[in-house]
T-cell receptor, first 114, second 110 residues
Framework: NAGVTQTPKFQVLKTGQSMTLQCAQD?????MSWYRQDPGMGLRLIHYSVGAGITDQGEVPNGYNVSRSTTEDFPLRLLSAAPSQTSVYFC?????????????FGEGSRLTVL | DAKTTQPNSMESNEEEPVHLPCNHS???????IHWYRQLPSQGPEYVIHGLTSNVNNRMASLAIAEDRKSSTLILHRATLRDAAVYYCILKETSGSRLTFGEGTQLTVNP
């Protein structure tokens, strides 16, 4: 079982470059989300989706775009990378938006912006 | 979102029980209490959740106070592999968002 797959695992960007972090799940989950985790801190929600074609902003959405064209995929786009976006990014999914809503996390994508 | 308060760090010895506390004095009647843990260099993983009654699963037990303003995650016999950051999170019944705090860093001594 693949679960939640994130690519790439590591990426180095220069300020101003753009890139897409990929997230795919094979569990037919409705809900998908992106978090970022800065050193020594908890996770902060960037964007989330409750189904194909539906996305919404989390706590820290600025500088990021998302789309959800299929149930399986939820890519996160950085339009113009900034050093403040250096972080570890986690994608998570769950079967439903209600209870219990257990989240399954990917292994993370470590991004460094120079 | 209702907030939770956890100690920054706790220590335990291997093979001993661990009680990880969480205060959530502003919890609403429809909030579920979720616990996740994050092992080093990994994504968080689900541990357990509950609403009002105490809950047990293969990983841990969750004890919820009668007034629901606090809860305790219980690891019955800590192992070295249980060293992680443990997050206590409140989740609305119909909502989809989970808001993570800074959690409790658990150290397990051999």
């Amino acid at each position: 079982n693949a679960g939640v797959t994130q690519t790439p695992k590591f990426q180095v960007l220069k300020t101003g470059q753009s890139m897409t972090l990929q997230c795919a799940q094979d569990m037919n989950h409705e809900y998908m989300s992106w978090y970022r985790q800065d050193p020594g801190m908890g996770l902060r929600l960037i964007h989330y989706s409750v189904g194909a074609g539906i996305t919404d902003q989390g706590e820290v959405p600025n500088g990021y775009n998302v789309s959800r064209s299929t149930t399986e995929d939820f890519p996160l786009r950085l339009l113009s990378a900034a050093p403040s976006q250096t972080s570890v990014y986690f994608c998570a999914s769950s079967y439903s938006t209600g209870v219990p809503g257990e989240l399954f996390f990917g292994e993370g994508s470590r991004l460094t912006v120079l | 979102d209702a907030k939770t308060t956890q100690p920054n760090s706790m220590e335990s010895n291997e093979e001993e029980p661990v009680h990880l506390p969480c205060n959530h004095s502003t919890i609403s009647g429809t909030d579920y209490i979720h616990w996740y843990r994050q092992l080093p260099s990994q994504g968080p993983e689900y541990v357990i959740h509950g609403l009002t009654s105490n809950v047990n699963n293969r990983m841990a037990s969750l004890a919820i106070a009668e007034d629901r303003k606090s809860s305790t995650l219980i690891l019955h016999r800590a192992t070295l592999r249980d060293a992680a950051v443990y997050y206590c999170i409140l989740k609305e019944t119909s909502g989809s968002r989970l808001t993570f705090g800074e959690g409790t860093q658990l150290t397990v001594n051999p």
